[in-house]
């Protein structure tokens, strides 16, 4: 296992400094692009709502459905500065409290057929 240096690391440091985006505050352009074009594309799915934040707006929504408060949603989907109150991914929670957190929401039926 490879460990970042130590040396300049601080709290906001990103954990994949390699990576590079136009924008270092939203790394995962790239990856929302991409995945805008794949559902249209490869799978033909044509409802416009189908978009990479669909996947936050899920897990929040099953966070709801588990009972997890607004600041632990948060927390887990990783909006940064929600609610303007200092609160942000990076700060509130421990990886205990997080992972306690993810064990109390349901995978929706069909993610639960896919396992079977």
């Known amino acids: 296992m490879q460990r970042r240096p130590k040396a300049g690391v601080t709290r906001s440091s990103s954990l ?3 990576l590079h985006s136009a924008n270092p505050k939203y790394r995962s352009t790239r990856w929302s692009n991409w995945f805008k074009r794949y559902p249209r594309e490869t799978i033909r799915i044509e409802e416009s709502s189908k978009v990479f934040q669909f996947f936050r707006h899920t897990l929040k929504r099953m966070g709801r459905n588990a009972g997890l408060t607004e600041e632990m949603r948060d927390a887990l989907s990783g ?3 929600s609610g303007g109150d200092g609160r942000d991914y990076r ?23 896919l396992l079977e």
């Not at 421990?94 to 992972?99: P, T």
């Open 16 to 18: 994949w400094p390699v």
């Open 79 to 81: 909006p940064i500065g």
């Open 91 to 113: 700060d509130g929670f421990g990886l205990k409290a997080l992972s306690q957190a993810v064990t109390q929401i349901a995978a929706p039926e069909a993610i639960l057929a």
